[in-house]
């Protein structure tokens, strides 16, 4: 009989764990089909519960694990592109994002009295406190080892425009939050009702309603700012050339004549069949194969589509200056030439992608260098740029590549005196999957955080127009050749945003209280497993 009872429990802690772990594995799922390519973004709102439901019955080493599997199946799935430049790397990146999934799991199990014997009001902070650490973790992936703020949760729900218009207040990560808050919220729900609590009849549950509550709230602000006229200004008419060249940045395969005759074609035909004057004309991100500065091909490229359209170009170009030891310093830039050909200003990139653009240590191991396009790294720039067009003086400023993805770049530009930004990329590594789409969707929310309009030019996609409230217009898919023009309307009168001025508070406070709260807990958890 022992024997029996036995094999019973041990059969049902092996279901149990079963269970756990194809719970965690669908909250994984639900996040990989709220983003791009699927972007059922419905989805993020209900995500996690499966994984918030099986932590709240775990102890804290086993939600870690789940919570880690949850993490790990999504960014395998969100990230599967980066496959096209290293399988390895794609793994490790996988990996090593999901380790930030472990302090919400972590939360969720550490409630003192388990989460199915709640008490109403008691309740809200703790689903609060969930919403808290979960943007700390968010915050922490954006800042840590350089930083990978890719697809947080809330840029899930980038083409939902009456939900993201609080990003100026906290950032994409206050849409986290909300979103968060109704997972935990619903999940609360569930547990109460599966435990009995809920059994003798259906009453108003304060958690559901405040997440309903909360929802509403961010919707109707959306609406409301959606809804607003803005004062009219002077549209500025732009050509986004996008040539579509693969693997544009690695020289050794794309043919050098084929670069320039694409971009002097597209450019021509962009300024020969519109009946509309055109401010600015726009190439990608390393568009031309060479230092622009010092290459007389490039150089008589630029003269030559500058002196027959009569309108300046911005060009995405690599360039070069001799260092205090006569070595040459390499820049990944933006430079604008005026309607003669003559260089007017340039942006040096300032956040470089590791292994990608530079390489860590390259200085002390020279052979890893053979591991960049160049054979070397680049040097990072210090600071943004303020482009002016000839008669115009709203300024604007370039984030070039994954620069789009750091909200801090745009903040330090918006700070500085633009009033419209530019991103030129080139993502043509990464196509055919899914990787241009979600570079876009992570896009748009610096033009919500600091209510400035973006244009975006791309090398194979995606090219288009994002207004000041995230709007996208006027897009040229993935691996298509062409152009496109768009009118933006800088808005010079604005004050700047309270993301602008603050920056990442919201995140910050999170972080700090994130960290009181898991410490709080876990001496908690240690003195109870001590008693016990």
Wanted: contains cysteine; aromatic residues 12%.
């Amino acid at each position: 009989m022992i024997d029996l009872m036995k094999t019973v429990k041990t059969r049902l802690s092996t279901s149990k764990h079963s269970i756990s772990i194809l719970a965690a594995m669908l909250s994984g799922i639900l996040l990989f089909l709220s983003f791009p390519p699927f972007e059922v973004a419905f989805l993020g709102w209900i995500a996690l519960i499966p994984l918030i439901v099986t932590c709240a019955g775990a102890t804290p080493r086993r939600a870690a694990f789940l919570g880690w599997l949850a993490g790990a199946l999504f960014f395998t799935g969100t990230l599967y592109w980066l496959r096209h430049v290293s399988w390895l790397g794609f793994i490790a990146l996988a990996f090593y994002c999901a380790l930030y999934f472990i302090p919400f799991a972590i939360f969720i199990s550490l409630r003192p009295c388990g989460w199915r014997n709640m008490k109403r009001f008691k309740n809200i902070g703790w689903i609060l406190g969930a919403s808290l650490v979960w943007v700390a973790s968010e915050y922490l992936r954006s800042l840590l080892f350089t930083g990978f703020g890719w697809n947080l949760l809330g840029v899930s729900q980038y083409a939902q425009g009456s939900l993201i218009q609080i990003a100026q207040w906290g950032g994409v990560y206050l849409i986290s939050a909300v979103m968060i808050f109704v997972n935990v919220a619903s999940s609360a729900t569930l547990l109460q009702y599966t435990s009995g609590l809920r059994s003798s009849g259906y009453r108003l549950h304060i958690e559901l309603m405040s997440a309903c509550f909360l929802v509403a709230l961010t919707s109707c602000f959306g609406l409301r700012v959606l809804l607003a006229e803005e004062a009219p200004s002077k549209p500025i008419r732009i050509a986004l050339i996008q040539p579509n060249i693969p693997e544009v940045g690695n020289w050794e395969i794309a043919d050098p004549e084929l670069i320039y005759k694409r971009l002097e074609n597209l450019t021509d035909l962009a300024g020969r069949t519109l009946d509309l004057d055109l401010d600015l004309i726009i190439w990608p991100e390393t568009a031309l194969p060479d230092c622009v500065r010092y290459s007389p091909r490039s150089a008589e490229l630029i003269q030559r589509t500058t002196a027959a359209t009569g309108v300046p170009l911005l060009v995405g170009s690599m360039d070069l200056a001799w260092n205090t030891v006569g070595e040459p310093d390499f820049f990944n830039c933006s430079i604008l030439f005026n309607p003669s050909g003559e260089l007017l200003e340039t942006y040096k990139k300032q956040h470089l992608v590791l292994f990608g653009e530079y390489i860590p240590f390259d200085e002390k191991i020279p052979a890893i260098n053979a591991l960049t396009p160049i054979g070397s790294s680049f040097t990072p720039g210090k600071e943004a740029t303020q482009f002016n067009l000839p008669a115009d003086p709203r300024a604007f400023s370039a984030l070039i590549c994954f620069e789009d993805v750091l909200p801090h770049l745009a903040r330090r530009a918006a700070q500085a005196g633009a009033t419209w930004l530019v991103n030129q990329t080139n993502d043509s590594w990464f196509d055919p999957d899914c990787g241009s789409k979600q570079h876009m969707a992570n896009a748009i929310f610096r033009s919500v955080e600091t209510r400035l309009p973006m244009v975006r030019c791309t090398n194979t996609g995606i090219t288009c127009a994002i207004d000041s409230k995230g709007i996208i217009s006027q897009t040229i898919g993935p691996r298509t050749e062409g152009f496109h023009t768009v009118e933006i309307h800088p808005i010079t009168n604005q004050q700047l945003t309270f993301y602008t001025r603050f920056g990442d508070l919201f995140a910050q406070t999170c972080l700090g209280i994130s960290i009181v709260l898991l410490a709080f807990l876990s001496k908690k958890h240690a003195q109870k497993e001590k008693l016990d």
